[in-house]
């Protein structure tokens, strides 16, 4: 089983305590203690959960409190050591078989279901007379639940003559209902390996907002785990177009993590440096938020926004929090009329050699002609001059989002998967295709724009969507194209349309890694998980 070490677990969110039960211990000494010395010596353990229902993806942190009530010290197993098969916790609820699923730190981390493992020296800690030893196990990593429904886990201490057990607690577990999804992407950082995202969760009683973390646990198989939620905040319900911003540097490292979304015409930002979201009225409900939102070494949160009618672009700012006074609202930088209507957008930011340079790659159409723009939106005073280059005989997909890379030369590359029709215009038959474009800094084109065909349609393309994955000076092009019978054609599968064993999220969440590139879809039972392109 896979070791769950200890920079990890400090990962866990913090917990609250709001419910929870006491077990009380007394703690019996060797035979040779006499019955007064036994009274003497009690231990208390507090479990405590900080809430009572949880999504199935969610973070389930248990807070032990062990007491020591008596008048001489104690010694008492860790709870979170992994050499340590004592205590145990006993879950039962859904899918779990009854008495139900008895775990403990050994058996979560080593995979050692041994009641007393021989030649094993556990780890124990010294408790002095009303003192307390805390500790917080991560239930959800312990053992991953994917069941909605009630549960109950109880406490069980059997150590050196001391017996004790538990009343149970309480929980529930929530079927996550995602109405939308975001990842976030540390570009051109090779060694990352978690992967930020976010999701919007309609319960009940409205709609809830959850950061996450993916991890390429094992990036030569191509395998990334499960995540683990948190929950950040209540929205309103109407919120959409969730969002979280691109870098060029690891943001672990900094202390921006930014996350975005649009109630109407309102638009949202919460830094976690935050206590409130900062917010920015756009005067009517947007067309759409280009993704992905952009967040430089600056700590400024940038998103380009498409007007109301599709005809304008908007840039947006907010800027960082710097800990000094009220957080400054977001704001508009400029405004600039399209010459078409947008298919089709992507925004991107260069390298770190080349700072907070920003730029966008738009798609349109005219006609029978695929138009592919690109702008430089770096500047806070005003857009550069729209480059724009014709690729004939293509069109331009309903839900086409382009691939961009920004180059260490400050090269942009730009492709998306298009339509192209028949020779023959009296015959219906199209393939898919992809459009490429390279611009040198200033907006030229390097080379005349490109049309690849890629496999014949038979069916219409819902959406579709491309990606760069950087390695160093190095970008390898990847793209997927969801088809209305539910079948996806990626870059692997030999033009031939594929089945997933669960639906793609849309709009499609093409995530770039340096060993392949993963889509993430939707588990009915768990929740979103990334299945690589193969």
């Known amino acids: 089983m896979r070791r769950l070490f200890p920079a990890r677990l400090a990962l866990l969110a913090p917990c609250l305590p709001q419910f929870g039960l006491a077990l009380l211990c007394a703690c019996t000494a060797p035979s040779a203690t006499t019955s007064r010395e036994r009274k003497k010596t009690v231990m208390e353990i507090h479990l405590t959960l900080p809430k009572a229902s949880f999504l199935t993806s969610e973070a389930l942190p248990l807070r032990v409190v062990m007491t020591n009530a008596g008048a001489a010290p104690v010694e008492v197993p860790d709870p979170l050591h992994e050499a340590n098969w004592q205590p145990t916790f006993t879950l039962t609820g859904p899918g779990l078989p009854p008495p139900g699923r008895v775990m403990s730190a050994r058996a979560a981390v080593l995979g050692d279901l041994s009641p007393s493992p021989d030649g094993v020296a556990p780890v124990l800690r010294k408790i002095e007379p009303g003192q307390n030893f805390e500790r917080q196990l991560p239930l959800h990593a312990w053992l991953q639940l994917s069941a909605p429904g009630p549960y109950q886990i109880a406490g069980n201490l059997e150590w050196r003559g001391l017996t004790a057990r538990s009343a149970p607690v309480s929980f529930t577990l929530e079927k996550l209902n995602p109405v939308a999804l975001a990842v976030g992407v540390d570009e051109g950082v090779a060694s990352k390996r978690q992967i930020p995202a976010a999701w919007l969760h309609q319960g009940g009683k409205g709609r809830r907002l ?123 930088l400029w405004r600039l009329p399209l010459p078409w209507p947008l298919r089709g957008a992507r925004a991107a930011l260069a390298p770190p050699s080349l700072p907070n340079a920003r730029r966008a790659a738009l798609v349109s159409q005219d006609a029978d002609t695929l138009l592919l723009s690109l702008l430089d939106t770096s500047k806070a005073d005003g ?14 997909l309903a839900d086409s989002e382009p691939g961009l890379w920004i180059d260490a030369a400050g090269n942009s590359h730009v492709a998306v998967l298009c339509e192209k029709p028949h020779e023959d215009p009296r015959r219906k038959e199209r393939s898919l295709a992809l459009a490429s474009a390279n611009f040198a800094p200033d907006g030229t084109l390097l080379a005349p724009a490109t049309l690849t065909v890629l496999t014949p349609l038979e069916t219409a393309v819902k959406t579709a969507t491309a990606a760069f994955a950087v390695a160093g000076a190095q970008a390898q092009l990847g793209w997927a194209a969801l088809l209305e019978n539910g079948q996806v054609i990626h870059l692997h599968s030999g033009g031939q349309p594929r089945r997933l064993e669960n639906p793609p999220a849309v709009p499609l969440e093409l995530l770039p890694r340096s060993q392949a590139f993963y889509l993430l879809t939707l588990d009915p039972a768990v929740g979103p998980r990334f299945v690589a392109l193969q």
């Open 210 to 332: 959850y950061s996450a973390v993916f991890t390429e646990e094992r990036p030569d198989l191509a395998e990334i785990g499960p995540p683990t939620a948190t929950y950040l905040q209540e929205t309103g319900a109407d919120a959409a177009d969730l969002l979280v911003p691109w870098t060029n540097y690891d943001r672990n490292e900094s202390f921006h993590h930014w996350f975005a979304w649009r109630e109407g015409s309102r638009l949202f930002a919460r830094s976690l440096l935050a206590k409130e979201p900062l917010s920015l009225d756009l005067g009517r409900p947007p067309e759409r938020l280009l993704r992905p939102a952009l967040l430089p070494s600056s700590g400024d949160l940038n998103i380009l926004v498409l007007s109301g009618d599709g005809r304008e672009l908007l840039a947006t700012r907010f800027a960082a929090p710097s800990g000094e006074g009220a957080p400054a609202p977001g704001h508009v």
């Open 383 to 396: 857009p550069g001059e729209l480059k724009t280059v014709r690729v004939r005989e293509a069109r331009a």
